[in-house]
């Protein structure tokens, strides 16, 4: 396979194509139909005026994500109570003008004691639940000719590209095991732009008066049809709480610990974050480099036994309640480990697939050395290439990883750039390479 295609983790590229009859969630009409307390939404808007200033109608629904009816309503109750004013208005009815009185000003600093989150209404977890089930990854089907096109050009074995395929459309984790270099993580990355569909994705999520933040713009990528969109539907056609993206991949290192799949609650802002198997949702999460973490993977694999069999998790406020959330996401594991080294044998029946991605063959070693070869600018040489598997694979027994040609030849580019000379891929410079790479004499 190919190592040195780029590919970007963060969603799939070909999501912008039909939603699949994914309907947007409807706009409420009315406090009631928005689910969240009267005081919940008083507090956010108190706390909207407060970092905003001076706000007329229109401008306020539009940082609310409400319809202007709901905030008319929101702010005719805070018109009773004396928390905001009306210094002026223009010639149309949402040009009013709304801002604190002095009393509202001191609620508001209350209200940003107990959390800091200033931002589009919440919707409720019963509607978040709902909408991922109806959005779910699993009324995707990979076909043969879809992954085909998305590895167009790789040079991969097609008995390898089946199993990885079928293990898409199993709805059960995929490990992906093998050497370092053999192209895993490549295989894992790429793999992500089999997604397709729009989806919908909240902003933040409301539970017993706490918000978790789920929407991440580093996961969650806006689709076309939303960005052509954006500032056109003034007459919220749809809930504008949730965002239209395309399906996200996330993707976790050696960095993942047990404590980054909890609720992240920051104690200065005073609100939370969702952890990345959420971001996840109704897309691809993987696990890269499992086994170099900081926990053992052992550890890590007892954490994930119940979301895997059941597809929902638990996770838990720091008052201690706990609730459940939908766990719609492909699972890749992708580890340098044996299977058996990292866990035990009733973890890995919840697997699905376990799939050995290993040296390749002499023949795609080749292609792959001459496609890396023309990436890095270095005209391919059949002797020299050959002299370099004499001298240095067969030499020093090294086997054909996928990840190889391009690390070698972009340091004959290098050197080739440095002494100021055009590059050629000889004998020698390979072996410079070769040394250089593998630290060898």
């Not at 940003?112 to 978040?128: D, F, H, I, N």
């Not at 200065?268 to 990345?276: G, H, M, Q, S």
């Not at 996770?315 to 459940?324: D, E, M, N, V």
């Not at 070698?408 to 004998?427: C, E, F, H, N, Q």
Request: hydrophobic content about 40%; charged content about 25%.
């Amino acid at each position: 396979m190919n190592a040195s295609t780029s590919v970007q983790i963060t969603s799939a590229t070909s999501a912008d194509r039909d939603d699949g009859g994914i309907r947007a969630p409807a706009p409420p009409r009315t406090i009631e139909e928005a689910g969240l307390p009267l005081q919940f939404l008083v507090d956010l808007t108190l706390k909207t005026f407060f970092q905003g200033g001076r706000l007329p109608l229109w401008d306020l629904s539009g940082r609310l994500r409400l319809p202007l009816g709901v905030v008319e309503a929101v702010l005719d109750f805070m018109r009773a109570e004396r928390l905001v004013e009306v210094p002026g208005r223009g010639p149309a009815e949402t040009d009013l003008n709304f801002q604190l009185t002095d009393t509202g000003r001191h609620r508001a600093e209350v209200a940003l004691k107990r959390s800091q989150y200033v931002g589009p209404a919440p919707v409720t977890l019963e509607a978040y639940i709902a909408q991922i089930e109806r959005q779910s990854v699993a009324h995707m089907t990979v076909t043969q000719q879809k992954l085909a096109a998305v590895f167009d050009g790789v040079v991969i074995d097609p008995a390898l590209l089946d199993q990885v395929g079928s293990a898409l459309n199993s709805g059960r984790a995929v490990l992906v095991y093998g050497p370092a270099g053999s192209g895993k993580t490549f295989i894992a990355e790429h793999v992500v732009n089999v997604l397709y569909g729009d989806i919908h994705v909240p902003h933040a999520i409301m539970l017993d008066g706490e918000v978790i933040q789920v929407y991440d713009p580093l996961v969650h990528k806006p689709s076309r049809s939303a960005l052509r969109n954006e500032g056109l539907d003034r007459h919220h056609t749809t809930d504008e709480r949730w965002l239209r993206c395309r399906r996200p991949a996330v993707m976790t290192g050696g960095e993942l610990t047990l404590q980054m799949l909890d609720l992240q609650f920051d104690h200065e802002t005073r609100f939370y974050t969702a952890p990345p198997q959420v971001k996840a949702n109704n897309g691809i999460f993987i696990i890269d480099d499992l086994g170099r973490q900081l926990v053992a993977p052992q550890e890590l694999m007892n954490r994930w036994i119940v979301p895997l069999d059941r597809r929902v998790d638990y996770l838990a406020l720091h008052t201690g309640k706990k609730f459940r959330v939908p766990f719609d996401v492909s699972v890749i594991f992708s580890s340098n480990y044996m299977p058996a080294d990292l866990a035990d044998e009733a973890f890995l029946r919840r697997l699905g697939y376990k799939i050995y991605v290993g040296p390749v063959s002499a023949d795609a070693y080749r292609r792959i050395f001459i496609g890396a070869s023309e990436r890095a600018g270095v005209p391919f040489d059949e002797d020299a290439y050959q002299a370099l598997l004499r001298d240095g694979h067969a030499k020093d027994q090294r086997p054909l990883l996928a990840c190889i040609p391009f690390d070698i030849v972009s340091k004959v580019r290098d050197r080739a750039a440095y002494l100021g000379t055009t590059p050629r891929m000889t004998s020698e410079s390979l072996v410079w390479a070769w040394q250089c790479y593998f630290a060898t004499n």
